[in-house]
């Protein structure tokens, strides 16, 4: 879904998506779709909706590695998927995955993350 005019000019979010398993990565990479829980569900939908951009950076828990990073490319709707099983994932949302390449949490040591007390982005 292409972006109003009007949201050009909004800032962009980025966010850190924590998987449980790597068969979850593969999925949305060949299917261009994510669900999360429905805790994060009003987070994200107002991201996408109050910004221009929204980055989805992703990593495997305890991979130590971030997976990718993917444009979040629509609104988290009510329909779920069967992809991910009944793993209290709330709805379906479409992804565009820009990168899909393994990146060891050493090479972003650098960035920090100011919203949570100045820790390592990882």
Request: include cysteine; aromatic fraction near 14%.
């Amino acid at each position: 879904s292409k972006l109003p005019s009007s949201r050009q000019n909004m800032p962009v979010r980025y966010f850190i998506m924590k998987s449980s398993n790597l068969q979850n990565i593969g999925i949305s990479q060949q299917k261009g779709i994510w669900s999360t829980t429905p805790s994060n569900e009003r987070k994200l939908n107002r991201a996408f909706w109050e910004s221009s951009m929204v980055y989805l950076i992703f990593s495997v828990q305890g991979s130590g590695h971030f997976q990718g990073f993917a444009r979040m490319d629509s609104s988290i709707g009510c329909e779920k998927s069967q992809d991910w099983g009944s793993a209290g994932f709330g709805g379906v949302f479409k992804v565009e995955w820009i990168r899909k390449e393994s990146i060891p949490f050493q090479f972003a040591h650098h960035l920090l993350n100011p919203w949570n007390g100045n820790k390592k982005v990882q």
